[in-house]
T-cell receptor
Framework: IAGITQAPTSQILAAGRRMTLRCTQD?????MYWYRQDLGLGLRLIHY???????GKGEVPDGYSVSRANTDDFPLTLASAVPSQTSVYFC????????????FGEGSRLTVL | GQNIDQPTEMTATEGAIVQINCTYQ??????LFWYQQHAGEAPTFLSY??LDGLEEKGRFSSFLSRSKGYSYLLLKELQMKDSASYLC??????????WGAGTKLIIKP
C-alpha cells in the first residue's frame, strides 16, 4: 500500500538520550516535512527537504536534525532529548514544493521524561 | 507576522449544516487548505482554494476571499463521523504551510 510509514509509533525516552524517528515514503514525492503537533497549537514545521540531498530549517528546528540521503527516507534525530520535545511528530510529503496536497504518516508519539 | 485564526471548538447537530471560519495572514499567498484530523490520527486533505469563490465537493464546500483574508469550510448533512478537528492552513510565498490550531467539531445526535 502506497504511503508514508513512520516508526516508532510511540516511544518513552529519558532526557538526554538520542532518538531517531524514521520516515519512509514510496510515492516518489520530492518534498518531505517533519512537523510537531502540540495541544492548542497548530502544526509547526521542524525541518523540510524539497528534494533528495537538500534540507532546510522550519519554524522550530532547534534540538533536531534531519538528513535526506535519498528520495524515500527522511529521518529526524533528537541529539539529546529534553522534556519540551514531548509531542506528536508527523512526517509528510508532497509531489513538488509548490503543489498542494500533503500526505501524512500516522505520527510518532514521543514522551521525554 | 504570519497567522491563522480559527475557532477552538464548535458543536452542531447530526443532519445540520455547520460553517467553520478561518482568517489568515501570510507573507505572500499561494492558496488556502483545509484538512480533517480525527482524534489520534493523521490529518487528511479536504480542499484547496487559490481563487476567490466556492469549491464544492460532495457534502463539503470551501470558500475563499483573498481580499478579506478569509475562508470557510461548510459541512452539510452532518454525520457522526464528521466529529473531528478541522485544520486551516495558508501557503506562503515560499510554499510553506502556516497552520491554524484547528477547530474541534463535536456532532450531537
Amino acid at each position: 500500500i502506497a504511503g508514508i510509514t513512520q516508526a516508532p509509533t510511540s516511544q518513552i525516552l529519558a532526557a538526554g538520550r538520542r532518538m531517531t524517528l524514521r520516515c519512509t515514503q514510496d510515492m516518489r514525492h520530492n518534498a518531505m516535512y517533519w512537523y510537531r503537533q502540540d495541544l492548542g497549537l497548530g502544526l509547526r514545521l521542524i525541518h523540510y527537504s524539497n528534494t533528495a540531498g537538500t534540507t532546510g530549517k522550519g519554524e522550530v528546528p532547534d534540538g533536531y536534525s534531519v538528513s535526506r540521503a535519498n528520495t524515500d527516507d527522511f529521518p529526524l534525530t533528537l541529539a539529546s532529548a529534553v522534556p519540551s520535545q514531548t509531542s506528536v511528530y508527523f512526517c509528510a510529503s508532497k509531489n513538488g514544493q509548490s503543489s498542494g496536497e500533503l500526505f501524512f504518516g500516522e505520527g510518532s508519539r514521543l514522551t521525554v521524561l | 507576522g504570519q497567522n491563522i485564526d480559527q475557532p477552538t471548538e464548535m458543536t452542531a447537530t447530526e443532519g445540520a449544516i455547520v460553517q467553520i471560519n478561518c482568517t489568515y495572514q501570510t507573507s505572500g499567498f499561494n492558496g488556502l487548505f483545509w484538512y480533517q484530523q480525527h482524534a489520534g490520527e493523521a490529518p487528511t486533505f479536504l480542499s484547496y482554494n487559490v481563487l476567490d469563490g466556492l469549491e464544492e465537493k460532495g457534502r463539503f464546500s470551501s470558500f475563499l476571499s483573498r481580499s478579506k483574508g478569509y475562508s470557510y469550510l461548510l459541512l452539510k448533512e452532518l454525520q457522526m463521523k464528521d466529529s473531528a478537528s478541522y485544520l486551516c492552513a495558508g501557503m506562503d510565498s515560499n510554499y510553506q504551510l502556516i497552520w491554524g490550531a484547528g477547530t474541534k467539531l463535536i456532532i450531537k445526535p
